[in-house]
């Protein structure tokens, strides 16, 4: 009924560890360059839907295949760039703050691109202030 497995509902696979995760980056780059693009995408989305609540895990897959969409000179990257775009709103909630930083931050970059600069603005005021922000503002 949910469309979804067992494991994503439950999310019985724990967190992978940072040299699994730069493994698997690896791996989704290696397919890319052996096969094709939407190869290397499908395999990061299985893995992803393995290990739904590896925030790390997502931060990386889906920042590599943005890169990668230029790189690799991909057509119709508006299908992936409004998936990733759902992934990036997820993180940007994570409790993670590099993580949650540059999701916003790529928020930020989609919002300008659509000409919708009232959310890039209010995303932009989101984001916590470096010490030297708070410097030049004192």
Known sequence: ML???????????D???????????????KTVQE???DTAFQKAINKI???PTCDRLIYSVVLYLEGALTLY???????YQEIYETFYNRLATSEIPEIRDTA?????SYSRNRGD?????????SLPFSAIDQRRAN
């Open 117 to 125: 600069f009232s959310k890039a603005e209010e995303l932009i005021n």
């Open 73 to 79: 000179n991909v057509s119709a990257i508006e299908q």
């Open 49 to 51: 839907h393995e290990y």
């Open 104 to 108: 916003t931050s790529m928020l930020i």
């Open 15 to 29: 967190d992978l560890t940072d040299i699994e995760i730069e493994n698997f980056v690896d791996e989704v780059d």
């Open 35 to 37: 096969h094709d693009y």
């Open 3 to 13: 469309k979804i497995d067992l494991n994503t509902l439950m999310s019985f696979n």
